[in-house]
């Protein structure tokens, strides 16, 4: 007679080729560029030990500190829009209408191009010679239409050109979170008299704290790649006005080729996005929370 | 939501705002790349063109661009198969496996999460260079698909985790290996999250510019959103011909969008969208 063995658990070596390529790839960098921030390199022959200097000429340097604030206007205007259109817009194509489902099918048409295509599309299309601007410029004020090439403008642009590449990304995760919202809950409150706005407010925004939080985290460590939509756009310009941290890393690492320096700035900025995730998490209560299904 | 029948006058109304903000560029998009130069110049950005013609995809398909189209595929394939060759195995011995160190794995993979690719771009770059990849598509493959292990691991996990003990006890009494366990149940069994993951990793591959931009130099190995802004850079006049390189570096995208959209959008929201 047979007894029954339990099934052979698989060991260690199984997992060991991911980790192996992720350390290199992944994880290994993260210490390299530590220690690449405290040399001296131009990116051919070997990395000089140079201790703290980069360090100390970060704070002297105007591009670190007034491109420290763009990079953070930026982030914040970026989460101020993105999150409160996308929860919107998000549940309402939660609904299974026809409307809805047809309006979404186009909603979600930006995801299907990449960031350089996107870019580029804007940059024509604001073209201030055969754009747009060069037709409704001169009613909003703007005669010339250049309003990529205007200091105040630029980051609004961009902006707004953001909200419409990642806007879509968001609504599809507010979309299929709201979809598992219990009808129950809406049977209850309707029957309490509770009007549409209130609903919203007090069940489908509550129930959605997750993907709220979620989204969020997103946005902030995601603001890290918006460097590559500013670069094809203005490149940091007019002047200094969109000159973002990553994009003063690139240029630094790849144009000046002080990638010493750059990595320094790189630090900075893995501390920044890093801390900024846990901050929201920590001031949401993330951690503490237990159930999303909460009332239940 | 199934019970709101009711229709939202506000979200309608906000919703047809931004239907006309999207509409827009997209509309102008195909209209300026089967416009003819001396149509883009007269006619305004909005205007309907009179005079359609796909001359504008015949030059952008001579300056080389079904090269890049080559490069990107070769990139995203490449990218797609090892991850798949890494994560799966992965993935199978942290839902079954009983070590401590595959739970310390899982935890890495999990904190990995949280670096950004660009900042540690520099240190990339450097690993690229010593490793003598430098301008060549291994280079672009290599950074890709280890910055989306991560996510592919724990979307993975996630869907193997539903297969239930008793499957593999079952093999087990038939005398399986872990081999003839991972090939015969779970490579079948984790087919939704194997696609999650070929869309995630393929669809980052297709769209990258970082890596790409910092680790190759040469048109060969030139990948389309590169391809897109040299063609920006060296013909910026040629704005319907841009416009048409657009078009042309999004089809194959489409083409997943209209045959497999549920599978697109679960691939583009992978890890996030439960």
Same mark, same amino acid.
Not at chain 1, 74 to 97: E, I, M, R, S, V
């Given at each position: 007679?047979?007894?029954?063995?339990?099934?052979?658990?698989?060991?260690?070596?199984?997992?060991?080729?991911?980790?192996?390529?992720?350390?290199?790839?992944?994880?290994? *960098?993260?210490?390299?560029?530590?220690?690449?921030?405290?040399?001296?390199?131009?990116?051919?022959?070997?990395?000089?030990?140079?201790?703290?200097?980069?360090?100390?000429?970060? *704070?002297? #340097?105007?591009?670190?500190?007034?491109?420290?604030?763009?990079?953070?206007?930026?982030?914040?205007?970026?989460?101020?829009?993105? /999150?409160?259109?996308?929860? %919107?817009?998000?549940?309402?194509?939660?609904?299974?209408?026809?409307?809805?489902?047809?309006?979404?099918?186009?909603?979600?048409?930006?995801?299907?191009?990449?960031?350089?295509?996107?870019?580029?599309?804007?940059?024509?299309?604001? #073209?201030?010679?055969?754009?747009?601007?060069?037709?409704?410029? *001169?009613?909003?004020?703007?005669?010339?239409?250049?309003?990529?090439?205007?200091?105040?403008? %630029?980051?609004?642009?961009?902006?707004?050109?953001?909200?419409?590449?990642?806007?879509? =990304?968001?609504?599809?995760?507010?979309?299929?979170?709201?979809?598992?919202?219990?009808?129950?809950?809406?049977?209850?409150? $309707?029957?309490?008299?509770?009007?549409?706005?209130?609903? =919203?407010?007090?069940?489908?925004?509550?129930?959605?704290?997750?993907?709220?939080?979620?989204?969020?985290?997103?946005?902030?460590?995601?603001?890290?790649?918006?460097? $590559?939509?500013?670069?094809?756009?203005?490149?940091?310009?007019?002047?200094?006005?969109?000159?973002?941290? *990553?994009?003063?890393?690139?240029?630094?690492?790849?144009?000046?080729?002080?990638?010493?320096?750059?990595?320094?700035?790189?630090?900075?900025?893995?501390?920044?996005?890093?801390?900024?995730?846990?901050?929201?998490?920590?001031? /949401?209560?993330?951690?503490?929370?237990?159930?999303?299904?909460?009332?239940? | 939501?199934?019970?709101?029948?009711?229709?939202?006058?506000?979200?309608?109304?906000?919703?047809?705002?931004?239907?006309?903000?999207?509409?827009?560029?997209?509309?102008?998009?195909?209209?300026?790349?089967?416009?003819?130069?001396?149509?883009?110049?007269?006619?305004?950005?909005?205007?309907?063109?009179?005079?359609?013609?796909?001359?504008?995809?015949?030059?952008?398909? !001579?300056?080389?661009?079904?090269?890049?189209?080559?490069?990107?595929?070769?990139?995203?394939?490449?990218?797609?198969?090892?991850?798949?060759?890494?994560?799966?195995? +992965?993935?199978?011995?942290?839902?079954?496996?009983?070590?401590?160190?595959?739970? &310390?794995?899982?935890?890495?993979?999990?904190?990995?999460?949280?670096?950004?690719?660009?900042?540690? @771009? @520099?240190?990339?770059?450097?690993?690229?260079?010593?490793?003598?990849?430098?301008?060549?598509?291994?280079?672009?493959?290599?950074?890709?698909?280890?910055?989306?292990?991560? @996510?592919?691991?724990?979307?993975?996990?996630?869907?193997?985790?539903?297969?239930?003990?008793?499957?593999? !006890?079952?093999?087990?009494?038939?005398?399986?290996?872990?081999?003839? +366990?991972?090939?015969?149940?779970?490579?079948?069994?984790?087919?939704?999250? &194997?696609?999650?993951? +070929?869309?995630?990793?393929?669809?980052?591959?297709?769209?990258?510019?970082?890596?790409?931009?910092?680790?190759?130099?040469? !048109?060969?190995?030139?990948?389309?959103?590169?391809?897109?802004?040299?063609?920006?850079?060296?013909?910026?006049?040629?704005?319907?011909?841009?416009?048409?390189?657009?078009?042309?570096?999004?089809?194959?995208?489409?083409?997943?969008?209209?045959?497999?959209?549920?599978?697109?959008?679960?691939?583009?929201?992978?890890?996030?969208?439960?």
């Amino acid at each position: 007679m047979r007894t029954a063995t339990p099934a052979e658990r698989p060991g260690f070596a199984w997992a060991a080729p991911a980790l192996l390529f992720f350390g290199l790839f992944g994880l290994a *960098p993260v210490a390299v560029v530590v220690y690449l921030s405290l040399t001296a390199w131009n990116g051919l022959g070997s990395p000089q030990w140079v201790g703290l200097d980069n360090w100390r000429a970060l *704070p002297g #340097d105007d591009d670190v500190t007034r491109g420290l604030g763009v990079t953070l206007a930026l982030t914040a205007l970026c989460w101020a829009t993105q /999150t409160p259109l996308a929860l %919107a817009f998000g549940t309402w194509a939660a609904g299974h209408q026809r409307a809805r489902a047809v309006a979404s099918a186009v909603f979600f048409l930006p995801l299907l191009l990449s960031t350089a295509a996107i870019a580029l599309i804007w940059k024509a299309l604001l #073209d201030p010679n055969f754009g747009l601007p060069s037709q409704i410029g *001169p009613w909003i004020g703007l005669p010339d239409g250049n309003v990529l090439g205007n200091r105040s403008l %630029a980051l609004y642009a961009i902006v707004l050109i953001l909200l419409w590449q990642f806007l879509p =990304f968001h609504m599809l995760l507010y979309q299929a979170a709201a979809r598992q919202i219990p009808s129950s809950l809406y049977e209850a409150a $309707e029957l309490d008299g509770a009007s549409p706005l209130r609903r =919203f407010w007090h069940i489908t925004v509550p129930q959605l704290r997750h993907t709220i939080i979620a989204s969020s985290v997103l946005i902030l460590v995601g603001s890290m790649t918006y460097f $590559e939509t500013v670069l094809l756009l203005t490149d940091g310009g007019p002047g200094n006005a969109t000159r973002i941290l *990553p994009l003063h890393m690139y240029n630094q690492g790849f144009i000046a080729f002080e990638m010493g320096y750059a990595s320094a700035v790189a630090v900075l900025l893995v501390v920044i996005g890093t801390g900024l995730s846990l901050l929201v998490v920590r001031v /949401t209560g993330y951690a503490r929370m237990t159930s999303q299904r909460e009332g239940m | 939501m199934a019970t709101r029948t009711r229709p939202s006058v506000g979200g309608g109304i906000g919703a047809a705002l931004w239907l006309v903000v999207v509409a827009v560029p997209i509309y102008y998009l195909l209209a300026t790349s089967l416009r003819g130069p001396g149509d883009y110049m007269a006619d305004g950005p909005l205007a309907l063109p009179d005079d359609l013609t796909l001359d504008n995809y015949l030059n952008v398909l !001579e300056v080389g661009f079904l090269r890049f189209l080559a490069n990107s595929l070769v990139v995203a394939c490449g990218s797609v198969a090892l991850v798949l060759a890494v994560a799966l195995p +992965a993935a199978f011995a942290i839902v079954r496996g009983r070590s401590r160190a595959l739970r &310390v794995a899982f935890l890495l993979f999990l904190l990995g999460l949280a670096v950004p690719a660009q900042a540690v @771009i @520099i240190p990339i770059y450097l690993i690229i260079t010593r490793l003598s990849l430098y301008d060549s598509l291994t280079a672009i493959i290599l950074p890709t698909a280890a910055f989306t292990l991560p @996510i592919s691991i724990v979307v993975l996990t996630s869907s193997l985790r539903d297969v239930p003990g008793e499957l593999y !006890e079952a093999m087990a009494l038939d005398g399986a290996t872990n081999l003839q +366990a991972f090939l015969r149940l779970v490579l079948p069994l984790a087919r939704p999250g &194997v696609v999650t993951v +070929a869309i995630f990793v393929g669809l980052n591959a297709w769209n990258n510019f970082l890596f790409p931009l910092v680790l190759t130099q040469s !048109e060969e190995n030139r990948v389309l959103p590169l391809g897109l802004w040299s063609f920006q850079t060296q013909y910026g006049t040629d704005v319907p011909g841009l416009m048409a390189a657009v078009v042309l570096s999004t089809l194959p995208i489409f083409a997943l969008y209209l045959f497999g959209r549920r599978h697109l959008l679960g691939g583009l929201a992978a890890g996030f969208g439960k």
